[in-house]
């Protein structure tokens, strides 16, 4: 049994962290709709993702995005991150601080690579992979602490 929870916590965890990421981008997207110049943008961006020129209208449409939009995103992936970190560790029952660890470098990999592929202000890098490694590990060694367990009388 213990093998077992050692082998599905990552992966328990990753589906935490991508169901709460994907539920707060969906809350964001509804907070915060999308104008028709970056949808527009993003779409030619996914098509070809090695056209500058797609990358170029990204750019040009930042600041059409009000700064808020960029905040909630950013909020939703260090709150995945925390979510996806503390089942992880729930699920290990064993080598805690390690499955922290790992799931914040999975989390903050996977902002990485998010904003690696799709152009963001130039504030949010840093500031998303600091907030999701540090959500990541802090919500870990919080679900690595043991519950006080009752004295028998």
């Known amino acids: 049994m213990g093998c077992l929870r050692i082998v599905a916590a990552i992966p328990l965890g990753l589906l935490a962290m991508g169901a709460t990421v994907a539920l707060?981008?969906?809350?964001?997207h509804a907070a915060f709709p999308t104008s028709d110049e970056m949808?527009?943008?993003?779409?030619?961006?996914?098509?070809?993702?090695q056209s500058s020129a797609a990358r170029d209208a990204v750019l040009a449409a930042i600041p059409t995005a009000p700064v808020?939009?960029?905040?909630?995103?950013?909020?939703?992936?260090a709150l995945g991150?925390?979510?996806?970190a503390f089942v992880a560790v729930r699920v290990a029952g064993a080598l805690r601080l390690g499955f922290a660890l790992a799931?914040?470098?999975l989390a903050t990999a996977t902002v990485g690579i998010n904003l690696f592929l799709i152009?963001?202000?130039?504030?949010?890098?840093?500031?998303?992979?600091?907030?999701?490694?540090?959500?990541?590990l802090f919500a870990g060694l919080l679900g690595s602490k043991r519950p006080a367990t009752p004295k028998a009388s």
């Open 68 to 77: 808020l939009s960029f905040a909630s995103l950013v909020i939703g992936w």
């Open 39 to 49: 949808r527009a943008a993003v779409e030619a961006l996914m098509k070809d993702p």
């Open 81 to 84: 991150a925390a979510v996806g």
């Open 24 to 28: 707060c981008e969906s809350i964001s």
């Open 119 to 136: 152009p963001h202000p130039s504030w949010m890098p840093l500031v998303a992979c600091a907030s999701t490694f540090g959500t990541a």
């Open 103 to 105: 799931m914040a470098v």
